[in-house]
Nanobody, 115 residues
Framework: QVQLVESGGGLVQPGGSLGLSCVVS????????MGWYRQAPGKQRELVAV???????NYADSVKGRFTISRNNAKNTMYLQMHSLKPEDTAVYYC?????????WGQGTLVTVSE
């Protein structure tokens, strides 16, 4: 019954910015470690950023300094603010929630960075 819904994907020019959101329903949001993953065609799904329930964050080296992950527990929402986007950022971005033995995934939202 836990559901994760991503939104905010779309087409953006190189160097541009885009914000993604993930809304979690059916659970106590603050209990989860939340993360953004992405998967480009022909590649493995990779971690983009993670935010623990204490607010601490970690980023993939490829996005450090450009992306910011955050969460609003009152709104059951996680965010990913992306700046200085590059063509190699093009991928389907997935929201992930993990707590104890439970792990959930959103359906993904496509981000395309191109002229």
């Amino acid at each position: 019954q836990v559901q994760l819904v991503e939104s905010g994907g779309g087409l953006v020019q190189p160097g541009g910015s885009l914000g993604l959101s993930c809304v979690v329903s059916g659970s106590i949001f603050s209990m989860y470690t939340m993360g953004w993953y992405r998967q480009a065609p022909g590649k493995q799904r990779e971690l983009v950023a993670v935010i623990v329930n204490d607010g601490s964050t970690n980023y993939a080296d490829s996005v450090k300094g450009r992306f910011t992950i955050s969460r609003n527990n009152a709104k059951n929402t996680m965010y990913l603010q992306m700046h200085s986007l590059k063509p190699e950022d093009t991928a389907v971005y997935y929201c992930n929630a993990a707590w104890a033995q439970f792990e959930y995934w959103g359906q993904g939202t496509l981000v395309t960075v191109s002229e």
